[in-house]
């Protein structure tokens, strides 16, 4: 028989049918989405320059180069703020996995989340997400001629809808996706913060307020609200299926060529030697039951650290991937992607989103008093909840692991200071600096100690944003 890498179209359609089968993807069709938004997204003209790194959600804003042609472009596509908010408000996106699910116009404008690439099954192709970036251009811009223009309630009502389906984004069941969704949320989220830098004059305590209390503490990415992806894992078992003989013996010449397709896939210059390398691995492979067990317990592993709160003690111990054996688990380790990176992301996005509550309640609260608070704490009830001024980088003081009793929360807040005198801050090769008068609001990043938010990269800094300083002394154009 020829092998090849090619997987039965029944395992493909059964993943399919799996991942459309799922919370976020299955449901009622007046609960979906997805057809509001792409139908509207099919609609939108051309920008005026290719997205690219120099054109993109975080370059746009009124003062870059060419900003009349990017503003007219964005009035020109108004149809796109009811598609916004017509998503937020509906329960889930629900697009549909698999190209045959969609439209053929979604099709012929790459609007699809397809599994299965070439009867590949471990190859993937989420054009759709090239289209929400695009989505999101145009609400940047679209947002900053509102705010420009003084049209603060219609710019409010779309800053709101943009975080919620960005947001609902992240809901997504494969890797990729919500390791790309996380970070595009972070993005918004630090626009939003220039736009209340930028604006905060105009925007009145009330509606700042309603920013910090009723709008971005319920974009929520807690593991109650925010699940795992399962899509690599359905995809994994197939795969682990199609390496085994009837009897559930490793198959020398498929671990040689599926494995090394699978493998070059990923490190194209790998493919040199690795035939080889997977025959020879599948003399010491355990068998199939054996694998789809490991793989399974992999998975409930990271369930289980999912749930987990901050710092707990059992995620300082190595996880059942990285304890997994390189030589009889060799095919379950190269198939299934380690997903610690997404962990460290949703603590990030987790931050961002206080951070920015935290930064819409300072803005109130100056606006108000005509001046910052000397702590956070002078801002809650009124302006804040408690439960927004959380660091998920900043580890608690304790003594022992019982004294996590005597806190409400797992870890500990945001730290803040009011400035006295004028601080530098360092930004890669150049420096801003926050005036005495001000606040500086930031967390403690991975490294998880204070740098005393004197450094980008060392702290992540909130507020002051550092986009707007940066802006401000003419260092991005």
């Not at 592993?301 to 999912?306: I, S």
Request: glycine share 6%; charged share 25%; proline share 5%.
């Amino acid at each position: 028989m020829c092998i090849t890498t090619h997987v039965d179209a029944g395992s493909r359609d059964d993943v399919i049918e799996k991942l459309n089968n799922l919370p976020s993807t299955d449901g009622e069709e007046n609960a979906k989405s997805w057809r509001i938004f792409f139908d509207a997204c099919l609609e939108l003209t051309p920008p005026p320059n290719p997205v690219s790194d120099k054109f993109n959600m975080n370059t746009v804003w009124t003062g870059m180069e060419g900003w009349a042609a990017v503003s007219d472009w964005a009035k020109q596509n108004e149809h796109m703020t009811k598609a916004f908010i017509a998503t937020g408000r509906l329960p889930m996106i629900g697009l549909p996995y698999g190209s045959e699910k969609v439209p053929n116009e979604y099709v012929a404008n790459d609007i699809v989340a397809e599994i299965g690439v070439e009867g590949n099954l471990h190859v993937s192709h989420f054009g759709y997400m090239d289209t929400v970036e695009l989505a999101c251009l145009w609400a940047t811009a679209e947002l900053y001629r509102l705010f420009d223009a003084g049209e603060n309630e219609r710019a409010i009502q779309l800053l709101m809808s943009e975080l919620i389906v960005l947001r609902k984004f992240c809901d997504r069941e494969f890797l990729k996706e919500q390791m790309t969704f996380m970070p595009m949320l972070g993005d918004a989220l630090a626009n939003t913060r220039d736009m209340f830098y930028t604006y905060r004059e105009s925007i009145t305590t009330p509606e700042f307020r309603f920013f910090s209390k009723d709008g971005i503490p319920y974009i929520r990415t807690d593991s109650t609200r925010l699940m795992m992806p399962e899509g690599d894992r359905f995809v994994g078992e197939v795969l682990l299926g199609e390496l085994f003989d009837s009897i559930g013996a490793p198959d020398p010449e498929k671990f040689k060529t599926i494995l090394t397709d699978f493998q070059s896939n990923q490190e194209p210059l790998s493919r040199f030697g690795a035939a080889k390398h997977w025959k020879s691995i599948s003399a010491f492979h355990l068998g199939r039951d054996d694998s789809l067990a490991r793989l399974n317990k992999i998975y409930d592993d990271w369930w289980r650290r999912w749930k987990l709160r901050q710092f707990h003690p059992q995620l300082s111990v190595a996880s059942e991937f990285k304890k997994s054996n390189p030589v009889t688990y060799a095919a379950v380790n190269l198939i299934i992607r380690d997903i610690q990176d997404l962990f460290q992301e949703r603590d990030i996005l987790a931050t961002q989103i206080n951070g920015t509550a935290v930064s819409a309640a300072l803005c109130g609260y100056k606006n108000h008093y005509g001046a910052y608070p000397a702590s956070i704490k002078m801002m809650y009830a009124q302006l804040l909840h408690r439960a927004n001024n959380l660091d998920f980088f900043r580890r608690l003081p304790l003594r022992t692991e019982a004294d996590w009793s005597l806190y409400s929360y797992p870890v500990g807040p945001l730290h803040y200071r009011k400035i006295k005198t004028k601080t530098k801050i360092k930004i890669l090769a150049d420096e801003v600096f926050v005036n005495a008068g001000q606040c500086l609001l930031y967390s403690e990043s991975l490294n998880n100690e204070d740098d005393r938010g004197t450094e980008e990269g060392k702290d992540a800094i909130f507020w002051p944003p550092l986009k707007s300083l940066q802006r401000k002394a003419g260092q991005l154009n």
